[in-house]
């Protein structure tokens, strides 16, 4: 095993955290940035889209400027339905897919310590995003390959990620095997508009469409491309939204299209647009699928937001 030297933080009573545990393996290589080390472990496994995995490095290496005010706006939105029972300072953390780590920044003042995971290049974006953070530790590794034993954690959590894994379900049952029995895990998968009407509908099947081409285009056409269609495409729907709120119309605000980014930034909605057409793996799912699956994974005590991002959803480990 890889023996860990202790970590010192100073916000924690104790001064210390000895909760961090060892690798069950040692990585395959360790880097050393300006901030911390890097652990790089393999990704390969048969539950894993090697092209998705480049092209979201690609992704977050782009978008690496989240400023606090947006990180800590967003945190707000995906955990509304935390308590201070699921994260506080004795909770030991695992962020499955950090991607730039602007959920693992957010939780690092309310958690004891978080371990951040990401099978890509973004990983980096997430060391320079976190900085001086003390009480986290980033690794390079898959959800197939993490090199934690099981029942380790008191709080797991995927945002965002399981969605563009082949195996969805799977999955989400190899990320509860890492929690602990009583501990929580949280998750977002993209829903599959199941409450919209015909309009929405045809308007997604449209978008679809325009992902599965836009998805395979090079690199630099790509991102091209969605920062045009979250011009053509996003804004009008944005624009609409918020002049519908300027003349106090909010329930018809809330009925437009993307309704979730009027109160977004550009920044984010250009990010969110490549994140949307720019890979060529997603599922979306139903609220009964999601409470399915994670009841299927021995998870109990499900909440589901009514709020958006749709759907994000907490339960307990039996």
């Known amino acids: 095993m890889y023996k860990l030297k202790p970590f010192i933080l100073p916000n924690s009573k104790k001064g210390f955290l000895n909760m961090v545990c060892e690798f069950l393996r040692f990585p395959d290589k360790i880097i050393r940035t300006k901030y ?9 496994g048969k539950n894993i889209d090697k092209k998705v995995v480049g092209e979201f490095g690609e992704e977050w290496l782009k978008f690496t400027n989240h400023d606090d005010d947006l990180v800590e706006k967003g945190g707000r939105e995906y955990f509304d339905i935390l308590s201070d029972d699921m994260v506080n300072k004795t909770t030991y953390v695992l962020d499955i897919g950090c991607g730039t780590g602007r959920w693992t920044k957010y939780l690092t003042s309310k958690a004891g310590f978080i371990e951040a995971v990401d099978p890509s290049q973004a990983i980096f974006a ?3 995003l976190l900085g001086n953070i003390k009480n986290v530790r980033l690794s390079q590794a898959s959800v197939e390959t993490l090199p934690f034993a099981d029942e380790t954690f008191d709080f797991v959590m995927s945002i965002g990620v399981l969605h563009h894994i082949p195996d969805t379900r799977q999955a989400l049952h190899d990320c ?3 929690l602990k029995k009583g501990g929580f895990f949280f998750v977002y998968l993209y829903y599959n508009l199941e409450d919209r009407g015909p309009f929405y509908t045809v ?3 449209i978008s679809d469409l325009i992902r599965r081409i836009v998805s395979r285009l090079p690199g630099k056409l790509k991102h091209f491309v969605c920062d045009l269609l979250a011009i053509v495409f996003y804004m009008p729907f944005v624009w609409a939204g ?5 003349m106090g119309f909010n329930n018809l605000a809330k009925r437009m299209p993307l309704h979730g980014y009027q109160n977004r930034s550009f920044f984010m909605i250009r990010n969110d647009t490549l994140d949307r057409f720019g890979t060529r793996l997603e599922q979306r799912f139903s609220k009964e699928q999601i409470t399915e699956m ?4 021995g998870l109990t005590d499900i ?3 009514p709020g958006i991002p749709l759907y994000h959803a907490v339960g307990k480990k039996t």
């Open 303 to 305: 909440i589901i937001s």
């Open 242 to 246: 918020r002049f519908c709120k300027l």
């Open 294 to 297: 994670m009841t299927s994974a």
């Open 176 to 178: 509860v095997k890492k």
């Open 126 to 128: 997430a060391d320079e």
């Open 36 to 44: 911390r080390e890097i652990n790089l472990f393999d990704i390969d």
């Open 203 to 205: 308007l997604f099947k």
